[in-house]
C-alpha cells in the first residue's frame, strides 16, 4: 500500500529529514516549467519506465504531480519493481500550492 502525505505533513517532514527523500515529479514538462518544489527531479510519467535504474529503490521517495492521481499511478508502477519507501503527495502539487506555498502559481 502506497503511504499518503498531506502537503503540510510533507513540508515537516521535508524540515525534519536527516537524509532528505527525492521528490520526484512526474508531471509533464510544461507543468514542470511552470512550477514545481524546490529540489524536484523532473522524470514525466512516461519516461519513468526508462529511467528506473536511475532511481534508487530502498531511497525514500515522494511522488508528486498536479493532484495526486498520476503520482500514485507511478508509485503503484515503482511498488510492483521493488521500491520499498514511497509516499504519493495528497492533492499533488495543487494542493501544496494551497497550503504550503501560496505564492505558487497555480494551473
Known amino acids: 500500500m502506497i503511504r499518503q502525505m498531506s502537503p503540510a505533513t510533507l513540508q515537516r517532514h521535508l524540515a525534519g529529514a536527516a537524509s532528505p527523500p527525492l521528490l520526484l515529479d512526474v508531471r509533464e514538462e ?10 524536484s527531479v523532473h522524470v514525466p510519467m512516461a519516461g519513468v519506465p526508462g529511467r528506473l535504474a536511475e532511481l534508487d529503490p530502498a531511497r525514500e521517495t515522494v511522488l508528486i ?23 504519493n503527495l495528497q492533492g499533488g502539487l495543487d494542493a501544496w500550492a494551497a497550503v504550503v506555498d501560496p505564492a505558487m502559481p497555480r494551473y
Open 30 to 39: 510544461w507543468e514542470f516549467a511552470h512550477c514545481h518544489i524546490e529540489g
Open 65 to 87: 504531480c498536479h493532484h495526486g492521481m498520476r503520482s500514485q499511478r507511478v508509485a503503484l508502477f515503482l511498488e510492483q519493481r521493488g521500491f520499498t519507501s514511497l509516499i
